[in-house]
């Protein structure tokens, strides 16, 4: 367990700047905070967001991004872990979550491209296949391992820092 402190009186804003993770956890979990329906302002405290969305277990909801943060850092590898992977043969899929502009002249050979219009294609594979995301700097291969967690998927992981931790 780690030593994330978040208590209610928290603005949006400083849970945010501690644990990234809330964001997506807490529209995943609750539905608060992803689009201009449910969303809050930075200033709001933690307190007055579960009251917005009538959310009596403030408790559950600091349980739900403490978990989410740690999840977060166990899922996260570093490009120097998944180069070991590939010369090593691991078997495993490597996925470029990029746009094609995002990715301009940026590419890694053993990467496939996210085909976006045909999800299904990983949504049948083995709910212990290993996968491995990677975008520009983490942050939407992030979004996209624990959408496959959403779905049961069991070895699930995203490139620290993108494609600009891979080439530096």
Not at 11 to 29: D, G, K, S, Y
Not at 46 to 65: E, G, M, R, Y
Not at 87 to 106: C, H, I, K, N, S
Request: charged share 25%; aromatic share 8%.
């Amino acid at each position: 367990m780690t030593d994330l402190q978040i208590h209610p009186e928290m603005t949006m804003e400083e849970i945010l700047a501690v644990a990234p993770a809330a964001q997506r956890a807490l529209f995943q979990r609750y539905h608060m905070g992803g689009c201009s329906a449910c969303a809050f302002q930075p200033t709001d405290t933690l307190a007055q967001v579960a009251k917005d969305h009538n959310i009596l277990d403030i408790n559950d909801i600091i349980k739900t991004i403490v978990t989410a943060q740690e999840l977060d850092g166990t899922i996260q590898v570093s490009p120097a872990e998944v180069r070991s992977w590939l010369e090593a043969g691991e078997e495993f899929t490597l996925v470029d979550v990029r746009t094609p502009d995002e990715r301009g002249e940026d590419q890694i050979p053993e990467a496939e491209i996210l085909d976006y219009s045909d999800s299904g294609k990983y949504m049948g594979l083995p709910k212990d296949s290993k996968l491995v995301f990677l975008c520009t700097d983490g942050g939407r291969s992030l979004d996209v391992a624990s959408y496959f967690i959403g779905h049961q998927f069991t070895r699930v992981f995203c490139v620290d820092g993108g494609i600009e931790a891979w080439k530096g």
